[in-house]
């Protein structure tokens, strides 16, 4: 059923969320932060609607001068390895520079 707001971003979003739709792909195709995405979905969830809950996940690479690499699909993988996952956090989200010697960066999978 179409209605004024139909069209709006916070409509399309809805629609897409329901239909499945990876939050990344929302964020492009309407605009919105994937915070409000997230937000719209909590809010979906607590009226009753199931929606699928999709989770990002990553490939976190670290190099180091001398040009070592290392690399892990989950924090948890590199908690594993030795690795203190809260600092690669703070790294791949700009709040720090390096750890142990690594710069790091991480790729959506």
Known sequence: ???????????KARQMLIDGVAR????????????SIRSIAATMRKSGIDLPMAQN??????????GQVVKFRSLTEGVAQGFKGEYVS????GHKDQYVGYRWSRVEI
């Open 1 to 11: 059923m179409m209605t004024k707001w139909s069209n709006k971003p916070t409509a």
């Open 57 to 66: 996940r990553y490939e976190y690479t670290g190099v180091n001068r001398h």
């Open 24 to 35: 990344s792909e929302i964020t492009d195709a309407t605009g919105l932060t994937l915070q």
């Open 90 to 93: 703070l790294c791949v989200n």
